[in-house]
């Protein structure tokens, strides 16, 4: 993306989701302090951020407990990180918690999981640009497998894949329209398994950007093995 580009989308503004407790992992630490390859996992999902040019400045949410780890990263690796906020009950309140910090001048926001650790600068370039034409934008990759329907321990129904795709983050937002979206879900108690359910349930256009990258989330610890399968096998061609 040409600098000319950045100037005119304006402040670019990334939230990192780093709150869970990570309770189906099963180790002491939540699985986004889990090491890999000598780093945390929150750091590799920060990373893309704090390197990509368009990216402004990085809001962190945290479990309070960990707050001193945060700090220690945002001192020693992440000098975007602008604000390290605690998390709340829900997904939401911990976004609802990131945006109420962004400044009134951002423009876009990005919002992640910290449980995703391989994200592509190419990626965040297509989000932005969607954002030209709509008023959100997310990552989808589309469904390759038979989708069942289940009842208790028994099929119920298979549904037809066609048209379906996963969502995966980041997912980016014009700031405005994710702040009101928001409000709007907290006031009418509305609960989202993401932010782009957000927007649509009010009315927001999004757009996708069709992805075939590894964007993995780990959410048990044999999909921790697959990424540093995946990291290592990239560093071996990158050699």
Partial sequence: MAASRKKNIGKVVAIVV?????????????????ELFGQPLVARALAPFQDHHAVDEIILVIDSAHRSRAKTLAKNDFPKIATIVSGGKTRADSVRRGLSKMTRNTDVVLIHDAARPLVGDGLIDELIAKLEIYEGAVPVTLVGETLKRLSGD????????KGLASAKTPQAFRAYTIRK?????????????????????????????????????????????VVKAIIAAEEDRHR
């Fill in 181 to 225: 979206a928001h409000a709007l879900a907290k006031a009418s108690k509305f609960e989202a398994t993401d932010d782009s359910v957000v927007v649509e349930n009010y009315g927001g256009t999004v757009g996708v950007v069709h992805t075939t990258e590894p964007n993995i989330k780990v959410t048990l610890p044999g999909d921790l093995r």
């Fill in 154 to 161: 028994r099929v119920e129904s298979t549904v037809d894949r």
């Fill in 18 to 34: 780093a709150a869970g407790t990570g309770s189906r992992f099963k180790t002491k630490l939540p699985k986004q302090w889990s």
